[in-house]
C-alpha cells in the first residue's frame, strides 16, 4: 500500500509540472527601405592636410613664392613667365547597396581664381563655372590620384590665393 | 488498519464513485455556466519608435524607414529602434518567463540583434526570468552590408514567452 500511494504522489506531480507551463507568443513586423547610397572623401593632397578621410579635407600652403621653397607635399617648377606647385589629390568613392560598377568623377573651383593663378586637375583647367570631368570610369573602393598644378603667372599680385575645389561623384 | 491505508482507501472509493454518480440519474441539468478561464501567460508588444503604432495583442509594426550601409570603408551604419514587451499573467500563476525571439525569414545578409543577440530563424534566448506584469524595453539593432540589395526590407521578429 505504501508503494501505491507513493506511485499516486509522483503521477500527480508530473502532471502538475505539465499543467503549469505556460506560453505565449508575439510577432514585431520590421519593414522599410534599403537605400543606395555612395560617399566620396579625399584621402590625401599636397600642403599640410587637415580632414583627410573626410569629405571635406583643407591643405595650407603657407607663404609660397617663385623663388621660395616648395610647400610640403608640392614640387615648384619655375618657368620664363610663370611658375607651378604640383601635387596630386586622392579622391575615394565607395559604395553601398548598388549595383554600379563605376562612377563619374567631376571637379569645380568654388570660386573665381585670382588673377593670373591657374588651378588644374588631370591636366584640365579648373573654372568655378563649369565642371571639369577628371575620370568617368572611376573604380569603387580605391583611391584615384589626380595630378594637382597651380600655375602663377609673374605678373600676379602678391595676395592669397585661397581657393576650393568641389569634387561630384555620380554613380553610372 | 493504520490511518495510512484508510486514507488509500478513501482516495479509491470517491475516484470509483464519481463516474458511478452520473449513471442512471436524472435528465441531467445544464452544467453551471463556468466563468472563463484566465490565461496564464499573455504577451503583448508595442514598438517605442514605430511609425506605425502596434496591432492586436501580440503583434506589432516597426517601420525604421529608410536604411542604407553607407560608405563600405566606414563600415556598416546599424539602425536601433526600441520595442516594449510586456508579459502579463491574468492568472496570477506566473511570476517570470523565458523570453526567446527568431526571425521569421533569413535577412539576406543583414544582421538584427535583440538586446545584443543576434537573431536567426532558430529561437535565441533573449531573457531568461523576463518580468511578468511590467513592460520591458529591449533594444532592436539592424545592419545593413553594404552588399544588400536595395528595396524593400521585410521582416518579422517572433517572440515566445514560456513559463516553467
Redo the contacts between chains.
Sequence with gaps: ??K??AS?IVAFALVAATA??????????????????I?L?IESAGGTTSGTGTAAASSDLGSIAKYGSAPTGFTLARGASNWTLSSTVGV?V??????STDYTLTSQLGSAPASGVTWKLNGSTLSDSAATTLTSTGTY?STGSYSWDIVVADSAAAAAIDNSINFTATSN | MSS??L??RA?LVACLAMPAASVGAAPAAPPPARAPEL???????A?VDAAVPGGP??????????????????GRTP?HRR?V?R?D?PSG??AV?RLEAFL?SEPAGCT?RVDGVVLSTMPRLIDAVHRVGIAVVHE?E?S?P???????????????????
Design positions: 500500500m505504501k501505491i500511494v499516486a503549469n507551463a505556460a506560453t505565449s507568443s508575439g510577432t514585431l513586423t520590421v519593414t522599410g527601405t534599403i537605400e543606395s547610397s560617399s572623401t575615394q565607395d559604395k553601398a547597396n548598388l549595383t573602393g | 495510512r491505508t486514507l488509500a482516495v490565461e496564464d501567460l499573455t504577451l503583448s508588444l514598438a495583442r501580440g503583434e506589432a509594426v516597426l517601420d525604421v524607414g529608410t536604411l542604407s550601409a553607407g560608405s563600405a570603408a566606414h539602425v520595442v514587451v508579459l499573467s500563476r506566473v518567463a521569421g538584427i532592436i539592424i545593413i553594404a552588399s544588400a540589395p536595395e528595396g524593400t526590407f521585410l521582416n518579422g521578429i517572433e517572440w515566445v514567452a514560456e513559463s516553467d
